[in-house]
Nanobody, 128 residues
């Protein structure tokens, strides 16, 4: 059973930075897409950044390109968020999807996967 535990959220002023972390356990390393998602109050959940656990291309939402960086070291995932804006305020979730042998889309077409495993979420609040 895949388990994901996030940390690192908090409150920051616009223009500031935060680094989110997620520790993954209970999974076969090369069999999953890994990603960060967020959901703001009253809005649908959206993909922020996704990639294959074995490396390769990384998908970024247009709204975060150039500001957020997704990295992974072994079973630890990180989301470095710079130049934060009030519209980045949301609950951020770490998630995993089984690739079932097809991993090319992890970093290009995350919608093609079933994101089955989720962490508990960590709140990010950006004030203006």
């Amino acid at each position: 059973q895949v388990q994901l535990v996030e940390s690192g959220g908090g409150s920051v002023q616009a223009g500031g930075s935060l680094r989110l972390s997620c520790v993954a356990s209970g999974y076969t390393y090369f069999s999953y897409c890994m990603g960060w998602f967020r959901q703001a109050p009253g809005k649908e959940r959206e993909e922020v950044a996704t990639t294959y656990s074995g490396g390769g291309a990384t998908y970024y939402a247009d709204s975060v390109k150039g500001r957020f960086t997704f990295s992974q070291v072994a079973n630890s995932l990180h989301l470095q968020m710079n130049s934060l804006k009030p519209e980045d305020t949301a609950m951020y979730y770490c998630a995993a999807a089984e690739t079932r042998g097809v991993y090319a889309g992890c970093g290009t077409n995350p919608d093609s996967y079933e994101w089955k495993y989720w962490g508990q979420g960590t709140q990010v609040t950006v004030s203006s």
